[in-house]
């Protein structure tokens, strides 16, 4: 899923939109399976209305679980890339990333205050039946 916002997701260029989300989870619990998306915060572009569409949609179509990802700058990336974040010590040191998958290895594209605020937005207001 990556993000409950269609704009952000258009300006990751994903060739995804938020109804055919919607859509393949429904399906998937129709057939009897659990379910589980991948959201990410702290992109570029991202506000926390935006944060507040994505929990929002996550709780429409309730999964049953979440994984949060925190924005990253990986090799391939249309942003700016230096191998050098991966041999950066202070990368991990800091706890707060470790909530996220993978959070820790890589260069953040916003700074921890503005993901805190984020991470309290989405604590506050998802469906606690969603873990």
Not at 21 to 26: L, M, S, W, Y
Not at 57 to 73: D, G, L, R, T, Y
Not at 94 to 119: C, M, N, P, T
Request: net charge negative; glycine share 4%.
């Amino acid at each position: 899923m990556e993000s409950g916002d269609q704009a952000l997701l258009s300006s990751y260029n994903k060739k995804l939109n938020v109804s055919d989300v919607e859509k393949a989870i429904q399906i998937t619990k129709d057939a009897g399976m659990k379910t589980s998306v991948t959201a990410i915060i702290g992109s570029p572009d991202e506000t926390l209305e935006s944060v507040c569409r994505s929990v929002a949609m996550i709780n429409k179509i309730c999964p049953n679980s979440v994984s949060w990802s925190i924005h990253s700058v990986y090799p391939g990336s249309s942003l700016k890339f230096d191998p050098m974040w991966y041999e950066d010590p202070h990368l991990s040191k800091e706890s707060f990333w470790r909530l996220f998958d993978e959070g820790y290895k890589a260069k953040h594209v916003r700074d921890i205050e503005y993901v805190q605020r984020a991470w309290e937005l989405i604590r506050k207001d998802l469906n606690p039946e969603i873990k």
